[in-house]
């Protein structure tokens, strides 16, 4: 059973900065992509950043120029740096990965999500 775990969330100044990481039980090697989704009281849970096996990667528009993600698969752990934070960032932040079983089929795992609140 692949287990995603989520480290890092907190309570940070506006302007500040945090780093979440997330952990995965076994090889990475198999997820594509893998990400960070985040959800806000009474919101839909939304992409932020997700990073495929070629190192390609997408951005929310919202945290363009201030976000970035990175995998480490020798370590088996994925990435969110987050620089100038803003208010409208505080979410529960999910890793989430997903693994094709057939070219059409994939599997989506997701962690058990990590609070982060940035006070204004």
């Known amino acids: 059973q692949v287990q995603l775990v989520e480290s890092g969330g907190g309570l940070v100044q506006a302007g500040g900065s945090l780093r979440l990481s997330c952990a995965a039980s076994?090889?990475?090697?198999?997820?594509?992509?893998m990400g960070w989704y985040r959800q806000a009281p009474g919101k839909q849970r939304e992409l932020v950043a997700d990073?495929?096996?070629?190192?390609?990667?997408n951005y929310a528009d919202s945290v363009k120029g201030r976000f970035t993600i990175s995998r480490d698969n020798a370590k088996s752990t994925v990435s969110l740096q987050m620089n100038s934070l803003k208010a409208e960032d505080t979410a529960v932040y999910y890793c989430?990965?997903?693994?094709?079983?057939?070219?059409?089929?994939?599997?989506?795992?997701w962690g058990q999500g990590t609070q982060v609140t940035v006070s204004s």
């Open positions: 989430y990965a997903k693994r094709w079983v057939r070219p059409t089929t994939g599997i989506a795992y």
């Open positions: 076994g090889s990475i090697d198999s997820f594509n992509p």
């Open positions: 990073i495929f096996r070629s190192g390609s990667t």
